[in-house]
C-alpha cells in the first residue's frame, strides 16, 4: 500500500508562491491517481488539483485554475503542486491523497470516503 508524506508548507505573502511536494512509498505509486485536497478552519474539505496515473488527465477547482499546476514525477514517486499568485483565501491544511480509480480522486466530495490513502498535511498560511 502507497504511503504518503508532504512538505513545502509554510508562510508566504500574498502574491507569492510555494511548491508543495507529496513523497510516496511504495512501488505501485505509478498506479495511483493523486490529488491534493485542501481544509480550511470551520470549511468542508476540497480537491483543488487532481492528476492521473500517467498524468495524461488533470483537473483544476475553479478557485485555482491559472495559479495552481499539478504535475508528477513516476520516477521520484512524487507529485507536486506549484501555487503562485497566492491570496489569503488560499491558507488551509493541504492534503494529498492516492487511490487507483480517477473518478474517486477528481470526484465530488461524496467520493473522498472512498480515498485509499491520505497524506497527513501540511499548513500553508499566506498573508495579506
Known amino acids: 500500500q502507497v504511503q504518503l508524506v508532504e512538505s513545502g508548507g509554510g508562510l508566504v505573502q500574498a502574491g507569492g508562491s510555494l511548491r508543495l511536494s507529496c513523497a510516496a512509498s511504495g512501488r505501485t505509486f505509478s498506479s495511483y491517481a493523486m490529488g491534493w485536497f485542501r481544509q480550511a478552519p470551520g470549511k468542508e474539505r476540497e480537491c483543488v488539483a487532481a492528476i492521473s496515473w500517467s498524468g495524461g488527465s488533470t483537473y483544476y477547482a475553479d478557485s485555482v485554475k491559472g495559479r495552481f499546476t499539478i504535475s508528477r514525477d513516476n520516477a521520484k514517486n512524487t507529485v507536486y503542486l506549484q501555487m503562485n499568485s497566492l491570496k489569503p483565501e488560499d491558507t488551509a491544511v493541504y492534503y494529498c491523497?492516492?487511490?487507483?480509480?480517477?473518478?474517486?480522486?477528481?470526484?465530488?466530495?461524496?467520493?473522498?470516503?472512498?480515498?485509499?490513502?491520505w497524506g497527513q498535511g501540511t499548513l500553508v498560511t499566506v498573508s495579506s
Open positions: 491523497a492516492a487511490d487507483p480509480e480517477w473518478v474517486v480522486v477528481a470526484g465530488p466530495p461524496s467520493s473522498y470516503r472512498y480515498l485509499e490513502v
